[in-house]
């Protein structure tokens, strides 16, 4: 089981590593196109050393609390958790880089704190997984830092499991879209959920 364990774990620090190469390397793009509408103080704070500031100190928050959850679990329930993690943790995971790469150029980061920043020929993307919910990379986020928690156990993964900040978010995204896109924004958001697929579509 040990074994087992240890491999879920390494092919899940692997999966999450080309993830953040995704992220990043739009995050690069984004700071070369043209600015556009923006919300809050995003114009002024959502650049590179802000970037790489608040980058730092989350990331340094994550090796703090990379600790074991004082658990002692029996040989059964770790099979369920590695089981149930897994089937949560992975899809997570290709379902954020599957978002980050249908957003393609219109990728950027946007803050609950500091606002929204769109581009001067923004456009808005509504096909691959965000046909099927407004948010897929959150939803991915979720997903994955749930069974992450199942995986990994440790207080890294208690804390990036508050979503009240990808909430906030999202609420600041839809703001500063339905601001931009107006009639299309109000139609989409009528047609596709935030966050949980409608499994059973009226006919």
């Given at each position: 089981?040990?074994?087992?364990?240890?491999w879920?774990r390494?092919?899940?620090?692997?999966?999450?590593?080309?993830v953040?190469?995704?992220?990043?390397?739009?995050?690069?793009?984004?700071?070369?196109?043209?600015?556009?509408?923006?919300?809050?103080?995003?114009?002024?704070?959502?650049?590179?050393p802000?970037?790489?500031?608040?980058?730092?100190?989350?990331?340094g928050?994550?090796?703090?609390?990379?600790?074991?959850?004082?658990l002692a679990?029996?040989?059964?329930?770790?099979?369920?958790?590695?089981?149930?993690?897994?089937?949560?943790?992975?899809?997570?995971?290709?379902?954020v880089?599957?978002?980050?790469?249908?957003?393609?150029?219109?990728?950027?980061?946007?803050?609950g704190?500091?606002?929204?920043?769109?581009?001067?020929?923004?456009?808005?993307v509504?096909?691959?997984?965000f046909?099927?919910?407004?948010?897929?990379?959150?939803?991915?986020?979720?997903?994955?830092?749930?069974?992450?928690?199942?995986?990994?156990?440790?207080?890294?993964?208690?804390?990036?499991?508050?979503l009240?900040?990808?909430?906030?978010?999202?609420?600041?995204?839809?703001?500063?879209?339905?601001?931009?896109?107006?009639e299309?924004?109000?139609?989409?958001?009528r047609?596709?959920?935030g966050?949980?697929?409608?499994?059973?579509?009226?006919?």
């Open positions: 089981m040990d074994a087992v364990e240890q879920v390494w092919a899940g620090a692997v999966a999450v590593a080309v953040l190469a995704a992220i990043f390397a739009g995050l690069a793009r984004a700071s070369r196109r043209p600015r556009g509408r923006a919300t809050g103080q995003a114009r002024a704070f959502l650049r590179w802000v970037y790489v500031l608040l980058g730092l100190a989350y990331f928050l994550c090796f703090i609390l990379w600790r074991p959850l004082p679990l029996p040989a059964s329930a770790r099979i369920a958790a590695l089981v149930v993690g897994s089937l949560l943790y992975f899809p997570g995971l290709a379902l880089l599957w978002a980050r790469l249908t957003l393609g150029q219109m990728y950027n980061v946007s803050s704190f500091f606002g929204v920043q769109l581009y001067a020929n923004h456009r808005l509504t096909h691959g997984p046909a099927i919910v407004r948010h897929p990379m959150y939803l991915g986020i979720s997903l994955a830092s749930l069974g992450g928690l199942l995986i990994y156990r440790t207080w890294t993964l208690v804390f990036a499991l508050t009240f900040a990808l909430v906030v978010r999202a609420r600041r995204e839809e703001q500063a879209l339905a601001a931009e896109f107006g299309e924004w109000e139609a989409y958001r047609r596709v959920p966050w949980i697929p409608r499994i059973l579509r009226r006919q």
